[in-house]
């Protein structure tokens, strides 16, 4: 089946640098999605992209719907330590296929 | 506006207990629900989900159940739980017969199975 390959697994960073990860497949997905968990909390969305090549900003948050529709990244300016969690993509093909997630890439700040 | 709520939050339960996790979902009518399982450190496992009441589709063959009795409301049963069981669930909606339209998640039941 569909998988998303998501990188980097983990991430340590000083606080104030930008970071910057991404999700690839071997198949395309009409939808792209990236969410962040808290330790204990459910998924929250935190940028949704529905077109190839669209690029979407949420804050210091900007993500990007690759042109070949296989893979999106997200990238975090000037990181502060609330963007400690655990972000994941995922991708969608059709409004009746399940949306797929990547394993995720847990983000770790230093002080 | 649409809000999700799971309960309990966490919840400890010795190995062959029964088990059962409610979601109920406000503000919306006919959402597709999903259970997930998520083990510690870990991506996420679709369990089950369900585009209408009564209608359930399982994902991975476990000792796990799911039922919608009613329009908003998903729930995860088991008869005898297993040390396996143990995870963090959430439970997901999105909008039925619309487009592609993002899951949104409640805030999750530990379960630690002893």
């Known amino acids: 089946g569909q998988q998303l390959n998501q990188s980097p697994q983990s991430m340590f960073i000083q606080e104030g640098e930008d970071v910057s990860m991404n999700c690839t497949s071997s198949?395309?997905?009409?939808?792209w999605l990236w969410y962040k968990q808290d330790p204990g909390e459910g998924p929250v969305l935190l940028i949704a992209l529905y077109k190839a090549g669209e690029l979407t900003s949420n804050g210091r948050l900007t993500a990007q719907f690759g042109i070949t529709r296989k893979d999106s990244f997200l990238n975090i300016s000037a990181s502060i330590p609330s963007d400690v969690g655990i972000y994941f993509c995922?991708?969608?093909?059709?409004?009746?296929?399940?949306?797929?997630f990547g394993k995720g890439t847990r983000l770790h700040i230093l002080p | 506006s649409q809000t999700i709520h799971q309960w309990p939050a966490t919840l400890v339960q010795p190995v062959g207990s029964p088990l059962s996790l409610e979601c109920t979902v406000e503000g919306t009518s006919n959402p597709n629900l999903y259970w997930y399982r998520q083990a510690a450190g870990r991506g996420l496992q679709l369990l089950f989900y369900?585009?209408?009441?009564?209608?359930i589709s399982s994902e991975v063959p476990q000792n796990l159940s799911a039922s919608r009795p009613q329009d908003r409301q998903f729930i995860l049963s088991s008869k005898k739980l297993l040390l396996s069981d143990s995870g963090f669930y959430l439970c997901?909606?999105?909008?039925?017969?619309?487009?592609?339209?993002?899951?949104?998640f409640g805030d999750g039941t530990r379960l630690s199975i002893l």
């Open positions: 369900s585009v209408g009441i009564g209608q």
């Open positions: 995922a991708g969608q093909l059709d409004r009746d296929d399940k949306i797929i």
């Open positions: 997901a909606w999105n909008r039925g017969g619309l487009g592609n339209q993002p899951q949104h």
């Open positions: 198949s395309i997905f009409n939808t």
